[in-house]
T-cell receptor, first 116, second 109 residues
Framework: SAVISQKPSRDICQRGTSLTIQCQVD?????MFWYRQQPGQSLTLIAT?????????ESGFVIDKFPISRPNLTFSTLTVSNMSPEDSSIYLC?????????????FGSGTRLTVV | SQQGEEDPQALSIQEGENATMNCSYK?????LQWYRQNSGRGLVHLIL?????REKHSGRLRVTLDTSKKSSSLLITASRAADTASYFC?????????FGTGTRLKVLA
């Protein structure tokens, strides 16, 4: 199945600063998905990133706060801007796995963000 | 909200016992998937069941789907300490998945 390298795995950041999270996939994929998982909660989709076009954001998420880049079919970044303690979460990228015949999504290992 | 509900929220069993967790959802789906998450890390895909399937097996895992009740169950047989994790169902309507609230499973050695 596809392998995703997500960096950084964790970070502690000062409020008001920004953090960029990277995901590299070992195969070409059309769509990449970015999720947020707040402490003790389930996953919430932030946006869908397509190569060559602007990301599609879900209700409650805006581009100014979570700008996304998708320069090619194997890479994407998510930036968490002007952070506050409420942004402390695990952020995960995901792709529909092209190498799994039975379907399903593959996830990166997650970025655990703590804002102080 | 479209988010699925899972129950129980938490489950603690002895090694060797079976663990059953349930997922209910609200809208029509194309398929339903189950994922495992260890210690707040990335999710691992376990099994996908399509809307026209009723039951699926993979190793010690058995998944059922009842579209008339909009519910699914995940059974883990002969549980092991390594099965300790959070388990999430995810339902697909269009191109994106909606994740359930999760069940935290603890298997005691």
């Amino acid at each position: 199945s596809a392998v995703i390298s997500q960096k950084p795995s964790r970070d502690i950041c000062q409020r008001g600063t920004s953090l960029t999270i990277q995901c590299q996939v070992d195969s070409q994929v059309t769509m990449m998905f970015w999720y947020r998982q707040q402490p003790g909660q389930s996953l919430t989709l932030i946006a869908t990133a397509n190569q060559g076009s602007e990301a599609t954001y879900e209700s409650g998420f805006v581009i100014d706060k979570f700008p996304i880049s998708r320069p090619n079919l194997t890479f994407s970044t998510l930036t968490v801007s002007n952070m506050s303690p409420e942004d402390s979460s695990i952020y995960l990228c995901s792709v529909e796995d092209p190498d799994r015949p039975s379907g399903g999504y593959t996830f990166g290992s997650g970025t655990r963000l703590t804002v102080v | 909200s479209q988010q699925g509900e899972e129950d129980p929220q938490a489950l603690s069993i002895q090694e060797g016992e079976n663990a059953t967790m349930n997922c209910s959802y609200k809208t029509s789906i194309n398929n339903l998937q189950w994922y495992r998450q260890n210690s707040g890390r990335g999710l691992v895909h376990l099994i996908l069941i399509r809307s026209n399937e009723r039951e699926k097996h993979s190793g010690r895992l058995r998944v059922t789907l009842d579209t008339s009740k909009k519910s699914s169950s995940l059974l883990i047989t002969a549980s092991r300490a390594a099965d300790t994790a959070s388990y999430f169902c995810a339902t697909s309507g269009t191109y994106k998945y909606i994740f359930g609230t999760g069940t935290r499973l603890k298997v005691l050695a």
